[in-house]
């Protein structure tokens, strides 16, 4: 199975965060699973620590594919942003079954 991580990072006042898992359903792209998490509290020091929000989303992120893999989800395919959070936590819970692939977008503008 195919899977795609996909996230937005501050598009919002609130600071949430939305994870949208997408997987390979009969040729088509289907969201199977939602995340909206909130990775550090309101102050504006803690959300402008980048160690902080890292540690958060791990934990979160580490428990959320931990229980797709409990329900027998083992991807040979993930595409994600290049967010180290994300990167960490599949490591952790799929490391020894999947490739794991960043997107050239995000890369690329990364890089500039």
Not at 93 to 100: C, F, M
Request: hydrophobic share 40%.
């Amino acid at each position: 199975m195919e899977i795609i991580v996909n996230s937005t990072f501050k598009t919002n006042q609130e600071r949430f965060e939305l994870f949208v898992v997408n997987a390979s359903c009969g040729g088509y792209g289907m969201p199977i699973a939602y995340l909206y998490l909130l990775t550090c509290n309101s102050t504006t020091d803690a959300y402008n620590d980048p160690k902080n929000q890292v540690n958060t989303r791990v934990q979160a992120l580490r428990e959320f594919f931990t229980s797709f893999r409990n329900e027998g989800l083992l991807p040979t395919f993930i595409l994600i942003d290049k967010d180290a959070g994300e990167i960490s936590a599949i490591e952790k819970v799929w490391s020894w079954t999947v490739n794991l692939q960043l997107c050239y977008w995000h890369l690329e503008h990364a890089i500039e």
